[in-house]
């Protein structure tokens, strides 16, 4: 069957290192991925998207890497902060098609720490 | 501004009374969707639409209806609400349905079904 499994449920890590969250996936063959940010009762909200033919994007303090041959995809903010405490949310097209809807991971609770 | 709002943010209601989730988009998106959101189980797909006049069930449809009459409005109809439908309900929309367009999702509506 298919499923989607982030690392642990909760990340604790100091100010100013880099934070290292994963989304690991199998019986999928995604034609992209993305991930979101979600704060305690609220909407998450669009962070990044990778392609499959993608190895690696980059937005400020924010990479992702998509291996399609591990079927895993790493989500790292280096230099984090406080304020970036959040729960991070991977998604991915459920069929593959590139078409289809979004299946969500369950999240990975993210705490830094001052 | 554009954003995605739901009505009500609060709701504490009885068995079987019917109530109706209020969603609207300002984007002039074509896709819309219905999540709900629970401890442990993370972000599951309800309903989507894909256009006006168009809807198809997602993950977890039992109990729940949607219309979409106009691109803008997408409300969720709770006929006879049980309290296995107490949770955590978001709206989202983009522009259109997968091909990576980033999901918007509304504030959250919390259901109580009592």
């Known amino acids: 069957s298919q499923k989607i499994e982030q690392n642990s449920e909760a990340l604790n890590i100091q100010e100013g290192k880099t934070a290292t969250l994963t989304c690991n996936y199998t019986n999928y063959s995604p034609a992209y991925l993305q991930w979101y940010r979600q704060d305690p009762g609220r909407g998450p909200v669009f962070l990044l998207l990778?392609?499959?033919?993608?190895k690696e994007k980059r937005k400020e303090r924010l990479k992702v890497t998509f291996d399609t041959t591990l079927k895993q995809s790493l989500f790292h903010i280096t230099a984090s902060q406080p304020a970036d405490s959040a729960t991070y949310l991977c998604?991915?097209?459920?069929?593959?098609?590139?078409?289809?809807?979004?299946?969500f991971g369950k999240g990975t609770m993210l705490l830094v720490s001052p | 501004e554009a954003q995605v709002t739901q009505n009500p943010r609060y709701l504490i209601t009885v068995t079987g009374k019917k109530l109706t989730v209020t969603c609207s988009q300002n984007m002039n998106h074509e896709y819309m969707s219905w999540y709900r959101q629970d401890p442990g189980l993370g972000l599951r797909q309800i309903y989507y639409s894909m256009n006006v006049e168009v809807t198809d069930k997602g993950d977890v449809p039992e109990g729940y209806k949607v219309s979409r009459k106009e691109k803008r409005n997408f409300p969720l109809i709770l006929e006879s609400p049980s309290p296995n439908q107490t949770s955590l309900y978001f709206c989202?929309?983009?522009?259109?349905?997968?091909?990576?367009?980033?999901?918007?999702f509304g504030p959250g509506t919390r259901l109580t079904v009592t």
């Open positions: 990778i392609r499959e033919n993608e």
């Open positions: 998604a991915l097209d459920k069929q593959g098609s590139g078409y289809s809807t979004l299946t």
């Open positions: 989202a929309s983009s522009l259109r349905l997968g091909q990576g367009y980033e999901q918007y």
